[in-house]
């Protein structure tokens, strides 16, 4: 019985003759040699040889020398005979390395089947070995394609193996790194072969991916150097087709564990898809992001910003790529992000279900994210595209009596002050570092005039917004810096300041055509704005800071003689203005006004070059720096100003007086100005300035409607003859005394709020037929002929407007 046992074992019998083995095929007789007696002793390499020899001279039995192998291997794992196991895995790895040709598929479907059957065993040592067999075969480049071959055991097994649970940390780590070298080797093996099961589809995704991002949090192990290695080979093969596919599951691996809100290992594992996939694709990773975003439009504040965060992280990596074809989809998802945070922010609570609550402190850490983040995906734009966005993000915000309103409908005043305020601050993460030679370019009159309204509304925070939104796109050459904090040097000599200094250090060209056009167009109305902000009475330091800045910049960049002769004019206006009893400002306002006409006017003194200029200025300030340094930098632009307690009582000699500005120009490049100079600048209140500053929208749609005051309901006789003049239009189109103005505005006013909704209609449509009316008569005067020398009325002629002509005269 022991000889008959032997013989199955296929091992040489002791007491048989052994005419049984001759009876045996060759390769089984090959095959059985390989094994030695004692299984330490390893491969018997001249039968192997042997083997190897016989197989390649009759490839035709390849598929029986390794389901032969297979069935050994099984048998000698039941018997818990562990190395004949090895031995024979052995043998199959070097018959697939030696055979690797047109006939390797004769021997991959035995070799599967055994890596499978180590994959299945409880022991860790026999896993390891499939795993490196495995590893082994997909590192072997194939001829001929295989079209029934299936992976899907060796995906779900290996993710199971890289989520180990093993209670012995060294076999928990060996398993896991075995199962991310076994996920390698499936992703190596099927990635580029398109007749291969495709290994992109969500099935297999949503089996990988989780596997190696639970490794990948593991920062200190040895699986997780593994798992990034893995990952970035992944991510590094996939098309454009497959970006998607492999991005979810990391989407919902980070929902479903709550990674969200710790960020580092969320902008960690997007550093590394951003890095490892092409270039060409990252704007797929930015789409999915952003509809991920909109997704958890109703998550936590803190999973909002864990995602908003991981876009700004994802926009920096990809400023060498493009952000897509929907450029401004992506701003517009932000945007609406922070509408949102703003409802939620009034409402306390992020559901409409009034269940989960949330705080002002958790929203504005998400509101400041988002800004940051729109810097960032600006900052990838080239030039042309970020006016783009500017002009976007200006049309968003709610402008009084234009777009009354935005976001939620209950936001109220409130809630569209502080949208105001956060899309300004994302206006300004754009500006900051949008750079343009061309200022007409950089200020459109569509992106300007918006602008600028909001440089009267009684916010003080929204007015310094816009300041440092004109400052950053005007202050090309980057002086702004080197101009803060305004302050005039007491250490040094009483005729020389911290102005006069840093004159030589300001980096300035010469004034541009394109720089002429702006200013010609737009000049006027950045100066009447300028002038308009001095008489805010709420300004704080930080404002005559920044209006100071402004000034410095204008000097600095768009500056030519009539420029500068604007700006002094400007200048001695404000000057003006504080010393008015008309206005209601602080002694803090007029002191500040004070010191910005003194820096200004310093600085533009420097700049010229004029010594009869540049006397005069430091005189002044001499003066004021011996008797009245409150009216200087130094001492209003600090945490304590030192104020007159009395009513602020400004001497001559603390004046720049317009008589000696006009001499020091005299006989200078900006003589042929100085009759301009004499000229004292009075700028113009329009509807815009009465409109904009409103507290309330209701009245700003009121007073808007208000620039259509209602007609005079007198009959006018019609002139018949009269004489067509420009007085005669105007008379019949608006009829009403200048006296009743106030009493007609306060009733338009008071209508609006009070009326019905369908009594203000009829009285707008009523308006309208009168409107029509008039100009009925109008064109009546201009199509009436002159009388007859008869006396007689000659017959009327139809109106050129009212002929017909046929269709073949029409072109």
């Known amino acids: 019985m022991q000889d008959v046992g032997a013989v199955l074992d296929h091992q040489t019998p002791g007491g048989l003759c052994g005419c049984c083995g001759a009876l045996r095929p060759r390769y089984k007789r090959l095959v059985d040699n390989i094994f030695p007696e004692d299984p330490e002793d390893g491969l018997v390499k001249a039968n192997m040889e042997k083997l190897t ?68 065993s ?71 072969d398109e007749l291969q099961v495709n290994i992109w589809e969500p099935r297999h995704m949503d089996q990988i991916v989780p596997a190696l991002l639970v490794n990948l949090q593991q920062t200190d192990s040895s699986p997780a150097e593994q798992t990034e290695v893995c990952f970035r080979e992944l991510l590094g093969r996939a098309a454009y087709g497959h970006i998607n596919n492999a991005i979810r599951p990391v989407l919902m691996h980070l929902d479903s564990y709550s990674l969200w809100e710790g960020r580092s290992f969320a902008v960690r594992c997007f550093q590394i898809i951003m890095y490892s996939i092409q270039s060409q694709h990252s704007h797929l990773v930015i789409q999915q992001l952003l509809g991920h975003l909109d997704a958890n439009s109703r998550s936590p504040a803190s999973v909002r910003a864990g995602i908003v965060e991981v876009l700004s992280e994802a926009a920096v990596i990809e400023a060498t790529g493009s952000v897509g074809p929907t450029v401004l989809e992506v701003f517009n998802t932000l945007l609406r992000q922070l509408r949102q945070s703003v409802d939620y922010q009034l409402t306390g609570y ?45 049309g968003k915000i709610p402008v ?74 005007i202050d090309r050459h980057h002086n702004s810096s080197r101009l803060r904090p305004v302050r005039l040097d007491q250490n040094v000599l009483m005729n020389q300041s911290i102005v006069s200094d840093i004159s030589s250090h300001l980096k300035a060209d010469k004034c541009s055509r394109q720089d002429n056009l702006f200013m010609r167009k737009h000049a006027q109305r950045l100066y009447r704005h300028i002038y308009l902000v001095c008489k805010e009475d709420n300004s704080g330091r930080s404002h005559y800071e920044a209006l100071f800045t402004l000034l ?119 003589s042929t100005h100085t009759e301009r100079l004499n000229t004292p600048y009075t700028p113009q209140l329009t509807e815009e300035d009465r409109l904009v500053k409103r507290k309330s929208i209701g009245d700003a749609v009121s007073l808007q409607l208000d620039m259509d005051a209602p007609f005079s309901d007198d009959t006018q006789q019609k002139p018949g003859t009269e004489h067509i003049t420009f007085e005669t239009l105007k008379n019949t ?54 009388p007859s020398p008869s006396g007689h009325a000659p017959p009327r002629s139809t109106p050129l407007y009212e002929m017909k002509f046929p269709d073949l005269c029409v072109y």
């Not at 099984?74 to 018959?95: D, F, K, P, S, W």
């Not at 019905?756 to 100009?775: D, H, N, T, V, Y």
Request: proline share 4%; glycine share 4%.
């Open 53 to 120: 020899f016989f197989a390649l001279s009759a490839p035709e039995k390849l598929d029986r020398i390794a389901a032969y192998l297979s069935d050994r291997l099984t048998r000698e794992l039941n018997r818990h005979r562990y190395g004949y196991v090895c031995i024979a895995m052995e043998a199959l790895e070097q018959l697939l390395m030696a055979c690797h040709c047109q006939s390797i598929n004769l021997l991959v479907e035995s070799f599967l089947c055994m890596v499978r059957t180590l994959l299945q």
């Open 122 to 192: 409880e022991r860790a040592d026999l896993q390891v070995l499939g795993t490196n067999s495995f590893v082994k075969f997909a590192n072997i480049e194939e001829d001929t394609p295989s079209y029934h071959r299936s992976y899907d055991f060796f995906v779900s097994r290996f993710s199971e193996m890289s989520q180990s649970s093993c209670e012995d940390a060294d076999v928990r780590t060996k398993i896991r790194v075995s199962g991310i070298r076994g996920l390698q080797g499936v992703v190596r093996k099927t990635v580029d």
């Open 350 to 394: 992020y559901d409409n279900t009034g269940k989960h609550k949330t705080t002002a402190a958790e929203e504005e850490t998400l509101q400041d994210a988002v800004i940051r983040t729109i810097g960032s995906f600006a900052n990838t734009l080239p030039v042309y595209q970020r006016s783009e966005v500017m002009l976007f993000i200006m």
């Open 400 to 473: 009084p009596g234009i777009y009354p309103v935005l976001g939620s409908p209950n936001a109220g005043f409130e809630g569209t002050r502080m949208i105001q305020v956060m899309l300004l601050k994302s206006l300004l993460q754009v500006s900051e570092r949008y750079e343009s030679s061309n200022m007409l370019t950089a200020l459109p009159s569509s992106f300007l005039e918006p602008l600028l309204s909001y440089t009267l509304m009684e916010d003080p925070e929204i007015r310094l917004l816009v300041l440092s939104i004109l400052i950053s796109l």
């Open 552 to 670: 410095a910049v204008l000097s600095l960049e768009l500056a030519n003689e009539e420029v500068v002769v604007d700006l002094i004019r400007l200048a001695l206006a404000m000057q003006e203005l504080a010393l008015s009893n008309q206005e209601s400002l602080s002694v803090f306002n007029r002191c500040a006004v004070h010191a910005v006409c003194a820096a200004a006017l310093q600085l533009l003194a420097e700049l010229s070059a004029l010594p009869d200029l540049r006397q005069h200025a430091t005189q002044v300030i001499q003066s004021r720096q011996s008797e009245a340094p409150y009216l200087l930098p130094d001492e209003v632009f600090t945490d304590t100003p030192r104020l007159p307690e009395c009513v602020l009582t400004v001497q001559e000699d603390f004046l720049f007086l317009r008589q000696k500005i006009s001499e020091a120009l005299t006989g200078s490049c900006y």
């Open 733 to 786: 189109i608006e009829d009403r005394g200048v006296e009743d103005d106030q009493r007609r505005r306060l009733e338009v006013v008071e209508r609006f709020q009070t009326a019905p909704f369908e009594e203000i209609a009829a009285s707008c449509g009523a308006r309208a037929s009168l409107l029509q009316s008039k100009l009925d008569q109008v064109f009546d005067l201009i199509v009436c002929p002159p």
